[in-house]
């Protein structure tokens, strides 16, 4: 009886506690909240960065070549054409050895462009008479300088003494004149000092002289002081133009010269002088 006692106590017991547990209410459970998602609302396509870009080339305009300009017209619209200026070879090459000379014509680094003279335009110097200040040159004969040979070998040019000098051609006709050629001494680059160049149809150049060339800036030529540069002697010559003098009618040319910067002697191997006899 006893026992049976203890064993219903003892369930009373644990079906207490049984309702005890299930009557409280349960802990509450610390929970740890997410963190809210970051929703990153998308930027405005202005403020996105735009993928670098090579910058395009700006367009290019083509470039077009000038056109020529017109050609110009000789008194009376005669038609101008190239003259044909027999060159002699070159006798020097490489670069010259530095001038210093007071106004010296910088050269142009390429072949001189032809020179337009009215069509019908001739070689009026070719043999004629030649006579100089010099009578008795120190090397050759005046009749060279109008002897058609430009080379610059021994034998083909003519040395004339010191001091100003001058040598003057006979066209025997009066012409009307567009362009002198003068090849002083083309060996080597030298300068040569007071050229002057002038026309005359008086063969003692007392009247009617006009001067169309003068490098010579302290008159130690005596005929005026000049304006024009010096230049380097080359194969090419000094061209004068003439037609842009208004194509002055003459029938005697001469020409000065005073030393170079090699010596105090004067040198001539030809002069062309190139036009129309007047009619």
């Not at 080339?57 to 008194?75: I, L, N, R, S």
């Amino acid at each position: 009886m006893k026992a049976v006692l203890l064993i219903a106590l003892a369930a009373t017991l644990v079906l207490g506690i049984s309702c005890q547990k299930a009557t409280e209410p349960p802990a509450p459970q610390t929970q740890t909240a997410p963190a809210p998602a970051t929703t990153e609302q998308p930027k405005p396509a202005a403020a996105q960065a735009a993928p670098t870009e090579a910058p395009k080339p700006a367009a290019t305009t083509p470039v077009v070549a000038p056109a020529p300009a017109a050609q110009p017209a000789a008194a009376g619209g005669a038609k101008l054409v190239p003259i044909k200026i027999d060159l002699p070879k070159p006798m020097f090459v490489g670069t010259p050895q530095e001038t210093k000379v007071d106004f010296l014509e910088p050269p142009l680094g390429k072949a001189r462009p032809d020179f337009l003279a009215p069509e019908g335009t001739v070689l009026l110097s070719k043999g004629k008479p030649v006579s100089a200040s010099d009578e008795e040159p120190i090397i050759g004969e005046i009749e060279m300088i109008t002897d058609g040979d430009k080379e610059a070998a021994d034998g083909s040019y003519v040395e004339l003494g010191p001091f100003a000098q001058y040598v003057t051609i006979d066209l025997e006709k009066q012409s009307e004149l567009y362009a002198i050629v003068v090849w002083h001494y083309h060996k080597q680059p030298r300068v040569y000092f007071d050229v002057v160049v002038q026309l005359s149809n008086d063969k003692d150049f007392i009247t009617d002289v006009k001067t169309v060339f003068n490098n010579d800036r302290d008159n130690s030529a005596g005929q005026g002081i000049g304006k024009d540069m010096h230049y380097t002697e080359t194969n090419e010559g000094k061209l004068i133009d003439l037609l842009s003098q208004g194509s002055p009618k003459a029938r005697y040319i001469r020409l000065y010269s005073n030393g170079n910067t090699s010596n105090e002697l004067n040198h001539y191997i030809e002069v062309d002088v190139y036009g129309k006899p007047v009619e």
